[in-house]
């Protein structure tokens, strides 16, 4: 069955470390998107790439860095600026078609600094 | 710019009751409205939409209807189950080049046995 996956389900990360965080779609979905979840904020919007090695920031990129090499994936690196990283990240994709169409979500990382 | 507005608060209500959840949104031209649940733990599944006014949008007993004249995309369910407890978020597609969607901040929907 077609769907994104990531991993891990759960991640901890001391102080001053950078952490990567996956995501993988087999869905031949053309864009993907990382969003951060914070209780009581609703979905924010960290970075999304529209095609393989383009990308763009969202609406809270500091601390956080992406690549797009693969059509497939989209892993996202929080690094040791993001001051505040404690939070369930989710990992979404969808075609490139306009309009219609809404997101497909992967089942989220829990990640904890420690 | 785009914005989705929830109603604030969780609900909380007994299993059988009728649920409301209001959504009324911000946008230029005619966004596709989205409706998602989250389990506890998990991602984001699509419930249901709506890519026009006056569309009806449903999916296990949820319906949501685009009115286009209050700019609104209410979701309702005639009698919930326990198995409804989730957090539901409304969402628009925004209609720019990016296809980014805006969701509103969500609502905790806990049933009652």
């Known amino acids: 069955d077609g769907g994104i996956t990531q991993s891990p389900k759960y991640l901890f990360r001391k102080e001053g470390q950078n952490v990567t965080l996956s995501c993988e779609q087999n869905?031949?979905?053309?864009?993907m998107y990382w969003y951060r979840q914070d209780p009581g904020q609703g979905l924010r919007l960290i970075y999304y790439?529209?095609?393989?090695?383009?990308?763009q920031k969202g609406d809270i990129a500091e601390g956080y860095s992406v690549s797009r090499e693969k059509k497939e994936s989209f892993p996202l690196t929080v690094t040791s600026a993001q001051k505040n990283p404690t939070a369930f990240y989710l990992c979404?994709?969808?075609?490139?078609?306009?309009?219609?169409?809404?997101?497909?979500f992967g089942s989220g990382t829990r990640l904890t600094v420690v | 710019g785009n914005s989705v507005t929830q109603m604030e608060g969780p609900v909380t209500l007994s299993e059988e009751a009728f649920l409301t959840i209001n959504c009324t949104y911000t946008?230029?031209?005619?966004?596709?409205l989205f409706w998602y649940v989250q389990y506890p733990g998990e991602g984001l599944q699509l419930l249901l939409k709506?890519?026009?006014?006056?569309d009806k949008g449903s999916n296990k007993g949820f319906e949501a209807t685009y009115r286009k004249e209050t700019t609104s995309f209410h979701l309702e369910k005639g009698s919930v189950q326990v198995s409804d407890s989730a957090v539901y978020f409304c969402?628009?597609?925004?209609?720019?080049?990016?296809?980014?969607?805006?969701f509103g901040k969500g609502n905790q929907v806990v049933v009652i046995p």
């Open positions: 979404a994709s969808r075609t490139s078609l306009t309009g219609t169409y809404g997101y497909t």
């Open positions: 869905l031949n979905h053309d864009a």
């Open positions: 790439s529209q095609i393989v090695n383009d990308f």
């Open positions: 946008a230029t031209g005619y966004p596709s």
């Open positions: 709506a890519t026009k006014a006056d």
């Open positions: 969402a628009l597609s925004d209609l720019s080049g990016n296809n980014r969607l805006a």
